[in-house]
């Protein structure tokens, strides 16, 4: 497949921790495709994996449910979402580890996006510049 018949990358699966490494295998893949850098790869796997595994967390607290995740290429810049249909992002509790999440992401994105949470769940989109 040339780089012209791959147009992005759009799938759903249940939001569980095993599902972690196929997805990062898809970013790399469509990263790659796209002609980024080895440099910017392994900043969308770092994002979008830390953004999908935070849907694991925190969407579902009681069952689970399903984990967007979307990538695009637009003039000059890559584009990931990562979605869900659960809960309002958890705080982690005082003196927990965790809650560095969105700072990481926020750390290797040019652009971080972030829609809810809300009634249909919370939509992350990250940009990368080309």
């Known amino acids: ?14 939001a569980e921790p095993e599902y972690l490494q196929q997805l990062r295998r898809l970013v790399r893949l469509f990263a790659q495709r796209a002609g980024a850098s080895e440099a910017m ?3 969308m796997v770092l994002a979008a994996n830390e953004a999908c595994a935070n849907v694991i967390v925190h969407a579902y607290p009681e069952q689970g449910g399903p984990l967007k995740l979307r990538a695009w290429e637009t003039e000059n810049r890559l584009n990931i979402e990562v979605s869900d249909n659960g809960t309002p992002v958890a705080k982690p509790a005082p003196g927990a580890e ?3 999440g969105l700072e990481l992401i926020r750390s290797v994105c040019d652009d971080v996006q972030i829609e809810g949470p809300g009634e249909y769940g919370t939509r992350l989109e990250m940009h990368f510049a080309l």
Do not use: E, H
Request: glycine share 16%.
């Open 1 to 14: 497949m040339s780089k012209d018949q791959f147009s992005g990358l759009d799938v759903t699966v249940p």
């Open 41 to 43: 790869i392994a900043d």
């Open 98 to 100: 965790g809650g560095r």
